[in-house]
């Protein structure tokens, strides 16, 4: 059974994986936020690290950085730069997996398994 804070980037405006994606995981604690662990999404859009082992219970955020995955042209900026993605956690519950669906002018995510 998987463990841990996971993730993984689908891009729905080309039907592939997000690869090469920057992820950022955050714990949000007495108004602070405290960087945790970070990596790259892989050729399949998923990061190969859990980037929490052990789940405790509290508020994190992760953080999406799709503006270069978007790239640059003169005629269009992209119009994310980055994506948090604000979520709790309870101790009881061992995986936490929260996908990205990514296109050019919307995401949305969901707990996944």
Do not use: A, C
Not at 29 to 45: C, H, M
Not at 63 to 74: A, D, L, M, P, T
Request: overall charge negative.
């Amino acid at each position: 059974m998987k463990t841990g804070i996971t993730t993984h980037v689908l891009d729905l405006s080309n039907g592939k994986p997000g690869k090469g994606i920057k992820v950022e995981l955050w714990r949000l604690q007495d108004s602070e936020r405290i960087f945790l662990e970070s990596g790259i999404t892989n050729q399949d859009g998923r990061v190969d690290t859990i980037l929490l082992e052990k789940i405790e219970t509290g508020e994190f955020e992760l953080v999406f950085y799709i503006q270069e995955y978007f790239g640059h042209s003169k005629e269009q900026h992209p119009f994310f730069t980055t994506i948090p993605i604000r979520f709790y956690t309870d101790e009881t519950q061992l995986h936490y997996h929260i996908p990205l669906l990514l296109s050019g002018w919307g995401y949305q995510t969901y707990r996944g398994s």
